[in-house]
Nanobody
Framework: QVQLDESGGGWVQAGASLFLSCAAS????????MGWFRQAPGKEREFVAA???????????DYADSVKGRFTISRVVDKNTVTLQMNGLKYEDTAVYYC??????????????????WGQGTQVTVSS
C-alpha cells in the first residue's frame, strides 16, 4: 500500500514563500509521475505541477500557467520524495494542496483521473 505524506503548509502574507514536501512510502517508483494539485473552497481540484520519469530518465517538469515562474517542483530520488518550492505567493494560491502519484509515466499529468495515489492534503493560506 502506497502512502503519500505531505508537509510544509501554513499561513503567509502575499509575496512570501513556502516549501511543501511529499514523501512516498510503500514502494519505489522506477517509472512514474508525481504531482501537486490544489483545491480552493467551492472550486474543483486543479493541477499545479508534475514531474515524470521513465527508465532512469527524468523529464522536464510541467506547470500550470498560473504558477509558472513562481513554483518549482523537484524530485529527490533517494528519498522517494517530491517537493514544491512556492515563491511570490498570491492570495489566489490559497488552497489545500495535494500530492499525487501514478505508477506510470503519464501523457496527461494535469488530469486527476490518471493518478493512483493521493496524500491527505496540506493547507496553504496566503493573506493579501
Amino acid at each position: 500500500q502506497v502512502q503519500l505524506d505531505e508537509s510544509g503548509g501554513g499561513w503567509v502574507q502575499a509575496g512570501a514563500s513556502l516549501f511543501l514536501s511529499c514523501a512516498a512510502s510503500g514502494r519505489t517508483f522506477n517509472s512514474g509521475t508525481m504531482g501537486w494539485f490544489r483545491q480552493a473552497p467551492g472550486k474543483e481540484r486543479e493541477f499545479v505541477a508534475a514531474v515524470r520519469w521513465s527508465a532512469g530518465h527524468e523529464y522536464l517538469p510541467d506547470y500550470a500557467d498560473s504558477v509558472k515562474g513562481r513554483f518549482t517542483i523537484s524530485r529527490v530520488v533517494d528519498k522517494n520524495t517530491v517537493t514544491l518550492q512556492m515563491n511570490g505567493l498570491k492570495y489566489e494560491d490559497t488552497a489545500v494542496y495535494y500530492c499525487a502519484a501514478a505508477d506510470w509515466y503519464l501523457t496527461m499529468p494535469s488530469n486527476t483521473v490518471y493518478y493512483d495515489y493521493w496524500g491527505q492534503g496540506t493547507q496553504v493560506t496566503v493573506s493579501s
